[in-house]
């Protein structure tokens, strides 16, 4: 494994590819928790929408690694 994904002879890290995949699964994870009315229960939206974003890019991490090397 290089650590790169070569689009078109455009060379990307796989962090930057993992990283945009993480924010859309978490712009559809938080329209879904607002839609449900979860927000209402947090004290600080920016932190947690932070933290759902790092904990989701954890995992995103961690699940495409053993299937990428």
Known sequence: ???ELDIYGVFIPSLAAWMLLAFLLSIVLR???AAI???????HR?????????VLLGAVVSVAL???S
Not at 37 to 43: I, P, T
Not at 46 to 54: E, K, R, S
């Open 1 to 3: 494994m290089t650590g």
């Open 31 to 33: 329209r879904g928790l």
């Open 66 to 68: 053993p299937l990428t």
């Open 46 to 54: 920016p932190l947690f929408d932070l933290a759902l974003y790092v």
């Open 37 to 43: 009315g979860f927000y209402r229960m947090v004290w």
